[in-house]
């Protein structure tokens, strides 16, 4: 039985609510956390099912050896740590154990990009997406609003396929009502616009894009902007038809460039249609300690930035 995403008041809620809904038809279900229960809220997993809750301590590449023999005995095993950690920490155990054996395993990377804030730049993934890229089979997915995020766990569980789902822990914002269709593997487009096509993916960036739209049509530009909910596999489709339809193509992540989603998307369409891009990522640049708010200035991940970053594709 799926919940309204909407009773949930931070991610991490509605991450673990739908692993905990999912659970309630599916005795195969288990969660493994690396001591940071009270950190994403599996504690409510394991008060509805202890006996399939597993705390493996700090020992995250372990965590992952454990998953994977759970997986090839027939479970289900959805496991979670901070987002550095589950990709870079665990990368071997991920590739080898659960990729090269093809097993299904669920992992769950938490603040992901700046959005570490106060944990500063060890704590900062800006290489995951390109890390998961490089494991054969991996579905990679960083939703925008609690309701995407709640939904698309359910769809990449049914998929029965091993993922990444990255995710803030704090906070949370709606950008779709209860009825919205979501599908794994088609992004949305949020405004369709003739100009310049913004492809945004998460919530912090597909916040700010939604912010650049507004600045652009006050300034008589026509934006398109696109919610890449699904970042693996990609929604090729979408991304031809409005690259096609603006001729310039801006990406806007909350990573790094080298193997993430500006560079997955400009080497599809250097195949099938060249067009005018930008993009907006950290560059070389590691992370470093401060609020959300300082850091988006740092990084230029504000909806200004994005704005003029797509006037100026729009000239060139």
């Known amino acids: 039985m799926k919940r309204d995403a909407h009773e949930f008041s931070h991610f991490r809620d509605a991450v673990t609510g739908a692993i905990i809904d999912i659970a309630k038809n599916d005795d195969r279900v288990v969660f493994l956390d690396s001591d940071l229960s009270s950190c994403i809220g599996s504690t409510a997993f394991q008060k509805a099912y202890p006996d399939r809750f597993f705390n493996v301590g700090i020992a995250e590449a ?4 454990v998953a994977a023999g759970m997986a090839s005995a027939g479970m289900t095993p959805f496991i979670h740590s901070f987002g550095c950690f589950s990709s870079r ?3 071997d155990q991920l590739f080898i154990s659960v990729g090269y054996t093809g097993q299904t395993v669920h992992v769950i990377g938490s603040d992901p990009g700046i959005t570490a804030q106060y944990n500063g730049g060890t704590h900062m993934p800006f290489e995951d997406i390109a890390l998961f890229r490089q494991i054969p089979g991996f579905v990679i997915v960083e939703p925008s609003d609690g309701v995407s995020l709640y939904e698309l766990v359910w769809q990449i569980y049914e998929k029965g396929q091993s993922s990444y789902i990255r995710t803030p822990r704090k906070g949370i914002n709606f950008r779709y009502g209860a009825d919205q269709k979501f599908e794994l593997g088609k992004g949305i487009e949020l405004f369709d616009g003739k100009d310049v096509a913004i492809i945004a993916t998460g919530a912090l960036m597909v916040d700010e894009a939604v912010g650049a739209q507004k ?5 008589g530009i026509d934006a398109t902007v696109v919610d890449l909910h699904t970042i693996r596999p990609l929604d090729t489709e979408l ?4 690259a096609a339809r603006c001729s310039r193509v ?4 909350n990573g790094r460039y080298a193997g993430g989603v500006g560079e997955m998307i400009a080497g599809h369409l250097a195949k099938t249609n060249p067009v005018k891009m930008d993009f907006l990522n950290v560059g070389e640049r590691f992370g470093e300690v401060g609020n959300l708010s300082y850091l988006k200035n740092a990084f230029g991940f504000t909806a200004e930035n994005i704005a003029a970053k797509a006037e100026g594709l729009i000239k060139a």
Do not use: F, P, S
Request: proline share 0%.
């Open 62 to 65: 372990n965590m992952v050896g």
């Open 89 to 91: 920490r665990d990368y």
């Open 215 to 219: 600045i652009l049509k006050e300034k």
């Open 239 to 242: 991304i031809e038809k409005v």
């Open 250 to 253: 801006l990406v806007c992540e």
